[in-house]
């Protein structure tokens, strides 16, 4: 492999990003999650109860990650990354736009809805590229396929992978997330001591620890800003005009 060294940017995304696209968060007033409970559609109970409910709910959301389309965000990000700066993307989100903008280098914390995957045996897992999940859809094994997803309670199976990414960080932004859901969050505890931390989010000041940049602008102006900065510099660093 070869050696790399062009200064790395680490970007951890939450739903913050996705928003601004439509895709609803599960903390918004309205929308899919503000009618139905999480603990009765997102929880491996709720699964064990009543999977074709789980199932249906899976299957709108996945519609409507399919009508979304990346935003600023998420096109800057890529373009920087096509322009030749070494870029690790790092999301909590389940749909695909980080992608779908562009960028090579994602890691799904928390899995990915337009994937299904077995019940049986984890490591078989299947595209959705149309379509949904129904009771009676089944992996090569005859098991029940479920929404490839992490549901509250289960464990986060590439959060060691995702640690080994942000302690190689020469910067980190983090990107609409309130820094609230675990063990995502504590990402920011592997940062390299010498290494920045931005937060572009409209609550930054507010949600930012100690220690971290606060960008206070939706991630469709603040990213897009910060990407122009880099460009023009052809470098990492944390502009002060974007600062308050």
Partial sequence: MADDRRPHLVVFTGSGISAESGIQTFRARDGLWAE?????????????????????FYNRRREQVRRARPNAAHKALAALEHQ?????????????????????????????????????????????????????????????????VVWFGESVPHFAEAC???????????????????????LLDYVPLDAPSILVDPEAEALAPPGVTR????AGKGVPDLARHWRREGRLWVPEALLG
């Fill in 215 to 218: 960008i206070s602008q939706p």
């Fill in 36 to 56: 139905h409970p999480i603990e009765e559609v997102a929880t491996p109970h709720a699964w064990r109860r009543d999977p074709e409910r789980v199932l249906q």
């Fill in 84 to 148: 030749g700066f070494r870029i690790s993307v790092i999301t909590q989100n389940i749909d695909d736009l980080h992608e779908r903008a562009g960028s090579r280098n994602v890691l799904h914390l928390h899995g990915e809805i337009l994937q299904a995957r077995s019940t049986v045996d984890t490591r078989l897992r299947y595209p959705l590229p149309r379509g949904g999940i129904e009771l009676g859809d089944v992996c090569d094994k005859g098991g029940q396929l479920r929404p490839d």
């Fill in 164 to 186: 080994d990414i942000v302690a190689e960080a020469d910067l980190l932004l983090v990107v609409g997330t309130s820094l609230a859901v675990m063990p995502a969050a504590s």
